[in-house]
């Protein structure tokens, strides 16, 4: 189990109305989300980048979009069962 520092992090109302919802969507505590968010979010700022999550979901979804192009195009056959491999990757290695 992991180790936890107190470091009295304050957020404002707002803030914490909008990550006590996702806590409750995802059926976590509050302060998990708060772990999880900055495990996705500090990488991108150590490394010098901004986090503009419009252009992230742009690219993710154009790479989708093409890759399935690609692959239905030229394996038809496969398409449907890489997808459902897909599925099942990340659901094991990504579940919330």
Do not use: C
Request: net charge negative; glycine share 6%; charged share 25%.
């Amino acid at each position: 189990m992991a180790r936890f520092i107190q470091t009295g992090l304050s957020v404002t109302p707002i803030q914490f109305d909008r990550i006590k919802a996702l806590a409750e969507r995802r059926g976590l505590p509050p302060a998990d989300v708060v772990r999880q968010l900055i495990d996705i979010a500090l990488p991108f700022a150590e490394h010098g980048h901004g986090i503009d999550f419009g252009r992230l979901l742009t690219i993710l979804e154009f790479t989708s979009l093409a890759l399935d192009t690609l692959v239905t195009k030229l394996a038809p056959d496969d398409s449907d069962r890489l997808l459902d491999l897909a599925v099942e990757h990340a659901k094991t290695y990504h579940a919330a």
